[in-house]
């Protein structure tokens, strides 16, 4: 009984030992957002999205587009090493406190998102009546 403990404890600690080291290597790096990253993960996303008007983050982890097609608004932010993608809809909270705009969204998967935009009026403007 106890080769079996000591053979689950070197096993357990060997795994913690790789995900340390992957961890150390990978796990810091992190992509910075461009307009046109944005505008190129919304026509993966969205058949026949035409990028418009686009606010990109300070921090260039975030973005807001709208389609030329309909004037929807999307959200698209880092997410490891790849951006994932939103369509503002009804029911979306918004918050503006200077420049730093909060959107609060109805998607277990992603909830809040902030941006720090230097037109944070005129998208809190835009936004607002997709607000609840």
Do not use: H
Request: proline share 1%; with cysteine.
């Amino acid at each position: 009984m106890n080769g079996q403990v000591l053979q689950l404890l070197i096993s357990v600690g060997g795994i913690a030992a790789m995900v340390a080291i992957c961890w150390a290597l990978f796990g810091r790096a992190s992509i910075k957002l461009s307009d046109a990253d944005a505008a190129a993960a919304l026509a993966r996303d969205v058949p026949g999205f035409r990028a418009a008007r686009t606010a990109l983050s300070r921090d260039a982890r975030t973005a807001l587009v709208e389609n030329a097609r309909d004037g929807a608004v999307y959200l698209a932010l880092v997410r490891g090493d790849g951006v994932v993608t939103r369509k503002l809809s009804r029911g979306v909270g918004l918050a503006r406190n200077g420049d730093r705009l909060e959107l609060r969204l109805k998607d277990f998967t992603l909830r809040k998102a902030e941006l720090d935009l230097a037109d944070a009026a005129d998208w809190e403007t835009k936004l607002q009546g997709l607000a609840a």
